[in-house]
């Protein structure tokens, strides 16, 4: 990997400046994408904003950004984009500072805003070495999500494509998918979630393989797919559908035939059940049939000593006497059988007939 400390002035970077709405902001003699379309269409605060300008008129240093060098030459802005943007814009006359707009000034000062010096670190190198680089290098202002930064390092038409499905407020996949996915869609969340389960898991190769394909048809389509067997398997929405791993459980159950009334009399029961810890869970659970999913509520430690002391230290299986943690609280009646996690229903164990009862 290859990184190169370059000083571009301020009418450098403002030539061929133009913001291009939602086809991305660019710069540099149309070389670089300052907000490709990919990212989210942040824009400092009035505040942030002038504070660049503030410190170009005092001649002070802004921070080093940070640019990729693309295969075809061109560069696009990883780090630094707000400011870059700021700038630009109050060269082009876009809003004033301390009540003067950029062509109200002097030519004296308009002249050292223009020559002003930015320190830019350019990096090239493979797509492998780029998305380490930006991960290392992403540790201060607006942070990149891990989504942008693969979205900087496999940048292309899948990727502006995919946007206009995903990564837009309002977008087609937060109006048909909100109800199921957490996140933000201007922050990248809804295309790294929707990537995550066509790829299972694998996302970064899966870009990787589709980063230069005309369009994102593909994963728009198996968006649809999962979104649509999600509301026939389970229709009735609740809060805790958000964030379930439902691209696994759409492409292990899709062909299943599941009782939609079935399925939903069981969730009715487990979101009423004290002892389920995690209510996300229920919906693999009743698919998966994996306790693992809920959490189940654990014996308190008195509910532990009271069992220990009936038992007088005694493992009802195998006979023998142990310490109190040498051994591991129980369901007498499994919990998948009705028990309940309470005094009752609690006994002590010897861990490893505790294991072999639970088939650990």
Known sequence: MNVT???????????????????????YGGTLDIRPPYQREFIY??????????????GFPLNVMYWAVRSDGGFEVIDGQQRTISICRYVKGDFSFEGLYFHNRQEDAKEKILDYQLMIYQCSGTDSEKLE?????????????DQELRNAVYHGPWVSD???????????????GSAYMSGSAIRQDYLETAIRWASEDEIEDYMGKHQNETNANALWLYFQSVIGWIEVTFPRKRKEMKSVDWGALYGEFKDEKLDPKVLEEKIVEL????????????????????EKYLNIRAFSDAQKRAAYERQKGVCPRCGVHFE?????????????EG????????QMLCKDDNRRKSGK
């Open 5 to 27: 400390l370059k000083e571009i002035t301020v009418r450098e970077l403002f030539e061929g400046y133009e913001d291009k709405s939602e086809e991305g902001v660019v710069g």
């Open 162 to 176: 995919a946007k206009r499905y995903f990564s837009r407020p309002g977008c087609a996949a937060q109006e048909m």
């Open 271 to 290: 979101m009423m059940d004290d002892d389920v810890g995690n209510k996300k869970g229920i919906y693999p659970y009743v698919l998966t049939r994996k």
């Open 324 to 336: 109190l943690e040498e051994m591991e609280a129980d369901h007498i009646t499994p919990w998948h």
């Open 339 to 346: 028990g309940k996690t309470d005094a009752e229903n609690c």
């Open 45 to 58: 605060k009035d505040k942030q904003r002038d504070a660049v300008i503030d410190t170009i008129l005092k």
């Open 133 to 145: 680089w930006f991960k290392t290098i992403n540790i201060a202002g607006e942070k990149l999500t």
